[in-house]
């Protein structure tokens, strides 16, 4: 069996639901959230993939993705803790589950202050030791 090797990143992507999800919105505002981060960073993605009979596949992200769950309070906390620090969050709110288009999104979300959105998930790259502190309160999903 060949060894494998986990490069040391400066960085880390991170993602967090709310801890009252139902499985299915959780799994589907982790997608949402990191396809975000890869939009936002597509220095973070790697090369395409190949398998030995020559199928070729579509390149993912080159780090891995922690995800965490956390109560609706430390993820306002989180965002709250990014905006101070001047960190890009990706955001995911309850009011997105009733939409069903990207516009509509948005539109949701520019309706409420900042202050008000009740988020159900974040996401942010970043240095690692300012990832932990914006997430400070979150604990890797079980």
């Known amino acids: ?13 991170a993602v967090a639901v ?24 597509p220095q973070l993605v790697g090369a395409p993939y190949a398998d030995a009979d020559g199928s070729s596949y579509l390149p993912l992200l080159g780090m891995p993705v922690l995800v ?25 709110t309850a ?8 516009e509509a999104n948005r539109a949701a979300v520019a309706a409420v202050a900042a202050a008000d ?12 030791n300012a990832v932990d502190k914006v997430l400070k309160g979150a604990a890797l999903h079980p």
Do not use: C
Not at 18 to 41: E, K
Not at 95 to 102: K, L, S
Not at 119 to 127: E, I
């Open 1 to 13: 069996m060949t060894e494998i090797l986990t490069p040391p990143f400066d960085t880390k992507i």
């Open 68 to 92: 965490f769950e956390a109560s609706a309070a430390v993820l306002a906390a989180a965002r709250e803790r990014a905006a101070r620090r001047g960190l890009p969050l990706a955001l995911y």
């Open 117 to 128: 959105l009740d988020l159900v998930g974040v996401a942010l790259h970043g240095p690692r």
């Open 18 to 41: 709310r801890d009252d999800l139902l499985t299915w919105q959780r799994l589907n505002v982790t997608a949402f959230l990191t396809s975000g981060i890869a939009a936002a960073h």
């Open 95 to 102: 009011d997105m589950f009733r939409t069903g288009y990207d």
